[in-house]
């Protein structure tokens, strides 16, 4: 009896087996002809033209064409190199023919292994997630890469509920159909990995290569692309920075895949899987990080107020955060590279450890101030900070202000060794930082007027003041030149004219005498020929020549010159009072080797669209401030401040041997050091002082352009020169093409003078 019981009982649960399975196919039938007959409605829709109508909003046609993501402005060198970008979603986009097919590999291999077989959807994977749901036994999604690039281009939004989501994955479908119909399969594999948020502010496959491995996508090699593919199913869970061990699991499982599917082999697999992913080149491009920082934040504000008068084919201006424009610049990526390093290893190495030095023990220091005085200036400091502004706007109180800049607060600073994790009141930082000196440089090809290299500052995340454009300060006897300039125009003067090396003074409108000092006392009362004057940075021979021209004579050639500032009309400006930009003073000074002809430096040579047409060219404008024999004098009265004058240290201490002209210039107090630079090819200007005036060396000899900005020039030259690839020379100035009956060796001039004098006398006996 127990035994018939217990057949009885089998033959029940077979039958409510039989009966499960029997519901469980019919439901899989259902399900599966549902699918069908929606893919069938799907494809009406679409070829009909009626898809927005049944599943609500849908991407035209146009918008198909050309969909709509964030680009960022590229700020390409004229080597071809990225500088920086400006964007809101760091992202630029490649061609199919750009990525390395190890990438296009591990991809379907991960993502879509049926890839080139469907046409947007998958049925097979639509099939094996329906049997899933019906059994319960989840195998993955269905979601093919068309799909997921229509998710990506067309997002679906937040806090949607069920049937709202079962819409928007119809209308998904229909959208990967459209796309696989106006789009070949290339064309999406690209589309979706610049689609795709690698994690770290990557957008894209070309930032993501960038930003992990420092490469090109067409350069990956296989766990590089392996890591990429996979990285994106959650770029913070996988990431090799915050979660390593999940990065290297993620892309392990990809190679996996991709022996699995014989895209390599099992030895590649097992021998790859080994290899730890690489981050020494890993780096977060912002806009305090990368190349010419200084400059690119110039060119932002330029770039802006472009945009703002240039709009696009459908009348909107252009977006330079969003429209991926291309922006060619005259930088040379080496040539910046070199003079961002020699900025950092004149100042790291040598001037800021001789400054802390030189002021180390001294209560005030780095300020040459009374303690009233230092107060006084660290107020107006704090009044001038982001972070009183930001307090003020926020209603808080002066008094609430002072305590909230005396209380200390954790923080990182800057230093030359790398920042440093702290604890110090936001005054403190703000004294702190005024004692760092600054170096700023500017190089230009001299008869383009490209800027080829732009250091505004030590170290742009900390220090935001560009000392190129931003700055004016005092040039010093840079500004000699301005009015040797005019004295060789006007003829009677030559480099080897000789004036007589005493004090003159010059009457001033109020009826007194100004009579500047000489700290030189070589050759006083002697007679001196001007090439020796200015080699020597001799301020009487200067204020002979401003009594003989006048100060509003000089302005205009300086103006000429490309000189904008304003400039007061009084004697002292042949010492360099006034205070004039780099970038002004390069301009100027590259005058000299144009053979007279002002060029405005410039920065971009043209703007390209996201598709690569040229919205607009930029050309250099020119004036001709003064002849090409006058240029030449010039250039041969500064080779004399190099050949044995103040610049006489770039032969004896850098060896540099080759035709040099140049001018160095010191200010009140050792402010500003300045030294201007001129060969054949590049002019080069280097300032080089503290944020404040009153923050200086207390001795010439430390303080003098020749030992604060000419060694910057020196290493940045050296470096040119030893680059092959830049094609820089080192040969000599070209004469005019006029004749120039003058000779530069004052010696021999001096001999060839006397022996004309002595004709001229016995001509005179008879």
């Known amino acids: 009896m127990a035994e018939v019981k217990k057949e009885d009982k089998a033959k029940d649960k077979k039958k409510k087996n039989v009966k499960a399975e029997g519901k469980g196919i019919r439901w899989y039938l259902i399900v599966l002809w549902s699918m069908f007959g929606i893919a069938v409605t799907c494809g009406f829709g679409l070829f009909y033209g009626i898809s927005n109508e049944w599943f609500g909003d849908m991407p035209t046609f146009e918008e198909l064409e050309n969909p709509s993501t964030n680009l960022a402005t590229e700020i390409i060198s004229a080597d071809g190199k990225v500088l920086g970008t400006y964007y809101i979603e760091n992202r630029s986009n490649v061609s199919y023919s750009e990525l390395s097919p190890h990438l296009v590999n591990a991809l379907i291999a991960i993502e879509d292994i049926r890839f080139y077989e469907h046409s947007g959807i998958d049925q097979r994977a639509l099939l094996r997630v329906v049997f899933g749901l019906a059994t319960g036994n989840d195998k993955g999604g269905g979601s093919t890469l068309t799909q997921q690039l229509a998710k990506n281009l067309f997002p679906r939004g937040e806090n949607l509920s069920t049937p709202q989501l079962v819409i928007r994955k119809f209308q998904e479908w229909v959208t990967a159909t459209k796309l696989e119909y106006n789009y070949s399969k290339d064309e999406i594999i690209a589309m979706y990995l610049n689609t795709v948020f690698y994690g770290h502010n990557a957008y894209g496959i070309k930032k993501a290569s960038e930003t992990f491995f420092n490469v090109e996508p067409k350069d990956l090699n296989i766990e590089q692309a392996a890591f990429l593919a996979g990285v994106v199913n959650a770029p913070s869970r996988f990431s090799p920075i915050r979660n390593p061990e999940r990065a290297i699991s993620r892309r392990n499982l990809v190679i996996s895949q991709m022996a699995t599917y014989g895209f390599i082999t099992e030895q590649e697999r097992d021998s790859i899987s080994q290899i730890p992913i690489d981050m020494s080149e890993f780096g977060v491009l912002d806009h305090n990080s990368g190349q010419a920082t200084y400059l690119r934040e110039y060119l932002r504000g330029t770039l802006t107020e472009w945009a703002k008068n240039h709009t696009k084919p459908d009348g909107t201006p252009y977006n330079i955060y969003k429209d991926g424009l291309k922006i060619y610049t005259t930088i040379d990526s080496r040539m910046q590279r070199y003079a961002e390093e020699a900025v950092r290893e004149h100042l790291s190495l040598d001037l800021q450890p001789a400054f802390n030095k030189h002021w180390k023990g001294y209560t005030n220091a780095p300020f040459s101030l009374e303690e009233e005085e ?39 600073v800057f230093s030359w060794n790398g920042p440093i994790d702290t604890i110090m009141t936001p005054m403190d930082s703000m004294r702190y930082y005024k004692s760092f000196l600054q170096s700023s440089l500017m190089s230009i090809e001299s008869h383009t007027g490209h800027v080829k290299a732009y250091v505004g500052g030590i ?19 840079t500004f ?75 302005i205009q050639m300086a103006r000429r010159m490309g000189v904008t500032s304003h400039i007061d009309a009084v004697p002292s400006i042949c010492l360099g009072v006034c205070d004039l930009s780099l970038y002004e003073m390069v301009g100027a000074m590259n005058t000299f080797a144009n053979r007279g002809v002002y060029v405005k430096p410039i920065f971009i040579t043209k703007i390209e669209d996201k598709n690569g047409n040229v919205i607009e060219y930029f050309h250099t404008e020119q004036v001709e401030a003064m002849d090409d024999v ?43 050091g300045w030294f201007m630079g001129i060969t054949p090819d590049l002019t080069t200007g280097v300032w080089t002082g503290a944020e404040d005036r009153a923050v200086h060396f207390r001795t010439i000899g430390l303080g003098q352009g020749s030992n604060m900005a000419l060694p910057v020039w020196a290493i940045y030259m050296k470096k040119i020169y030893a680059d092959s690839t830049l094609n820089i020379s080192q040969g000599d100035f070209e004469k005019p093409l006029s004749d120039v009956a003058l000779e530069f060796d004052c010696e021999l001039y001096e001999q060839e003078q006397s022996q004309k004098n002595t004709v001229v006398a016995e001509e005179d006996e008879f």
């Open 374 to 412: 230092i107060e006084n200036l660290m107020e107006l400091s704090m009044r001038r900070s982001e972070r009183y502004r930001v307090m003020k706007n926020a209603g808080i109180s002066i008094d609430s202000i002072r305590k909230n800049f005396n209380k200390p607060t954790k923080m990182t």
């Open 459 to 477: 170290d742009y995340k900390y220090f935001k003041y560009d000392h190129v454009t931003q700055a004016r300060r005092q040039v010093g006897s």
């Open 480 to 554: 000699k030149p301005f009015l040797y300039s005019l004295a060789m125009q006007e003829g009677e003067y030559t480099p080897c004219t000789k004036v007589p090396n005493i004090s003159y003074s010059i009457e001033m409108p109020d009826g007194k005498f100004w009579e500047p000092r000489d700290a030189g006392k070589t050759m006083f009362g002697e007679e001196v020929t001007l090439k020796w004057a200015l080699a020597h940075s001799n301020n009487r021979i200067s204020t002979y020549l401003m009594k003989r021209f006048g100060p509003e004579a000089v």
């Open 630 to 672: 006058t240029a030449y004098k010039m250039i041969e009265l500064m080779k004399g401040v190099v050949q044995s004058g103040t610049g006489v240290r770039l032969k004896y201490k850098y060896g540099l041997k080759n035709p040099i002209a140049g001018k160095t210039g010191t200010t009140q107090n050792q402010s500003d």
